[in-house]
Antibody, heavy 123, light 112 residues
Framework: QVQLVESGGGVAQPGGSLRLSCAGSGFTFSTYGMHWVRQAPGKGLERVAF????????DYAVSVKGRFTVSRDNSKNTLYMQMSSLRVEDTAVYYCVKDHRDSSGITGGRDTWGQGTVVTVSS | DIVMTQSPDSLAVSLGERATINCKSS????????????LAWFQQKPGQPPKLLIYWASIRESGVPDRFSGSGSGTDFTLTISSLQAEDVAVYYCQQYYTTRTFGQGTKVEIK
């Protein structure tokens, strides 16, 4: 059974940093692209970043580009997001999402989501 | 990015009645090589993560009641709850996964 467990959330000051982690199990982690999606309090869902299965391809939302860095360690089955220069508007629940398609193009038709970790940016 | 637009923003329906939510994408979500529409529907209740209801526009996720159905193709999609139950009160989101990921703004469903 696919499991994604996020950690690393907490409280940070504006201008500060946090690193989120997402541990994957129940699937071959190294063959799937991974996403981060966030949801600010009372707001909708917003994509944040994507990283390809081998880490060679990354993509960011305009709102976080240059401040957030997505990475992965396939030997540890873990996805990361380094968040720097944090702003109050980065306050959100951050979800780790496994892509529906593996590196050979085979798709199961749907993504898989973790339970989320809460990030609060406040002075 | 592909823009997803849902309508209406909120909806009040009597118990047992039909609820219909529409979702329009700014470009086609149909992959010609497999004839699949890369459109999903999620349900979210307060304090919970989004729950997948429908993928590939019309395939019900395992365990989802059959009163939930999805339809549409290309750029226009619909989520229908055939007989609204009290536990269906939630916010519903459409999401495209044809390219990266973008979401509709959400539709809040309440009991009339």
């Amino acid at each position: 059974q696919v499991q994604l467990v996020e950690s690393g959330g907490g409280v940070a000051q504006p201008g500060g940093s946090l690193r989120l982690s997402c541990a994957g199990s129940g699937f071959t982690f190294s063959t799937y692209g991974m996403h981060w999606v966030r949801q600010a309090p009372g707001k909708g869902l917003e994509r944040v970043a994507f990283i390809g299965h081998d880490g060679s391809n990354q993509d960011y939302a305009v709102s976080v580009k240059g401040r957030f860095t997505v990475s992965r360690d396939n030997s540890k089955n873990t996805l990361y997001m380094q968040m720097s220069s944090l702003r109050v508007e980065d306050t959100a629940v951050y979800y780790c999402v496994k892509d529906h398609r593996d590196s050979s193009g085979i798709t199961g038709g749907r993504d898989t989501w973790g339970q989320g970790t809460v990030v609060t940016v406040s002075s | 990015d592909i823009v997803m637009t849902q309508s209406p923003d909120s909806l009040a329906v009597s118990l047992g009645e039909r609820a219909t939510i529409n979702c329009k994408s700014s470009q086609s979500l149909l992959y010609s090589f497999n004839n699949k529409n890369y459109l999903a529907w999620f349900q979210q209740k307060p304090g919970q993560p989004p729950k997948l209801l429908i993928y590939w526009a019309s395939i019900r996720e395992s365990g989802v009641p059959d009163r939930f159905s999805g339809s549409g193709s290309g750029t226009d999609f619909t989520l229908t709850i055939s007989s609204l139950q009290a536990e269906d009160v939630a916010v519903y989101y459409c999401q495209q996964y044809y390219t990266t990921r973008t979401f509709g703004q959400g539709t809040k469903v309440e009991i009339k």
